[in-house]
């Protein structure tokens, strides 16, 4: 279980684990963590950082970004999100 669902107000079911997921999803194609997350233009998280960007070369690490498989990448923050 996410640590920020279990924070906002602690209760679990399956849209737990489904937020769990892309969470989960969202941080691997980042390379970064959801908490301690930081940007200059604004004091978003991760995610929130991630919903208002939506499908953005910004949100892949840069390790990422010279793959051959950049389109699975693009797929993976979609269901991410």
Not at 68 to 80: A, E, M, R, T
């Amino acid at each position: 279980m996410s640590m920020e669902y279990a924070i906002i107000d602690g209760l679990y079911s399956t849209k737990s684990d489904v937020f769990s997921f892309g969470v989960l999803v969202i941080m691997l194609v980042n390379g970064k963590r959801n908490r301690g997350f930081s940007h200059s233009d604004h004091s978003l998280n991760l995610l929130g950082h991630a919903w208002t960007r939506q499908i953005s070369m910004e949100l892949i690490d840069s390790s990422a970004r010279d793959m051959h498989n950049l389109p699975q990448v693009l797929c993976s923050i979609d269901v991410g999100l």
